[in-house]
């Protein structure tokens, strides 16, 4: 199931109370890239991937966790019946569909890892998990960034960026540019989105 594009919102605010931060501006980003990418696409649903995108983050609503959120959004949305949503809140840190590639502190328990990693092994990707793993790659609080560069802050703050998942990320953006026969930055309004004014 795929909540509305209101319960959707409802769920934000809701995460945003018990932990307010940046992640809410940088879900309205993604999901304000979801929503145009898909539009351009064609054969995507623009609402569904509004709403995806404005959810992948929804575990940080239970606090400040790195590893964590992932299992927590999964869990979270698996309660209350978005098993859609949960797919992707799994996904989205996951370009190469492995673990390994995690950027972050691992601080979860045994059996939260064991259940990302099951998870994620039983996952098969389509193009909704594939637009929020590149919209969560260039969608910042203040607005729409650039992937290599957002990437390079990643390096710079962590100390590593596997070349792997480097690339895995720059060929999100060619795929999604090919389908659309666009630029994605032209697309996602990158000069002129601010998601404090939506």
């Not at 995460?15 to 980003?29: E, F, I, R, V």
């Not at 590149?134 to 100390?159: F, H, P, Q, T």
Request: glycine fraction near 8%; include cysteine; hydrophobic fraction near 30%.
């Amino acid at each position: 199931m795929i909540p509305s594009r209101e319960k959707a919102e409802q769920l934000l605010q809701e995460g945003l109370q018990k932990n307010p931060g940046p992640w809410g501006d940088h879900s309205k980003t993604a999901a304000h890239c979801a929503e145009k990418i898909a539009a351009a696409c064609g054969d995507l649903d623009p609402e569904k991937a509004y709403v995806l995108g404005l959810l992948h983050d929804i575990g940080r609503t239970f606090g400040v966790r790195h590893l964590g959120h992932v299992s927590d959004g999964y869990s979270y949305m698996k309660k209350i019946g978005c098993d859609e949503v949960a797919k992707v809140c799994l996904t989205h840190s996951f370009a190469t569909q492995t673990l390994e590639e995690y950027i972050g502190k691992y601080d979860v328990s045994e059996d939260e890892l064991s259940l990302i990693r099951t998870e994620l092994e039983k996952s098969v990707y389509d193009d909704y998990d594939r637009l929020v793993q590149l919209c969560d790659s260039i969608a910042g609080a203040e607005g729409v960034l650039d992937i290599e560069e957002r990437m390079l802050d990643v390096k710079r703050r962590y100390g590593f960026y596997p070349q792997e998942k480097w690339d895995a990320h720059i060929g999100l953006r060619r795929y999604f540019e090919e389908k659309m026969g666009r630029d994605v930055y032209e697309v996602c309004e990158k000069e002129t989105y601010d998601p404090k004014k939506c």
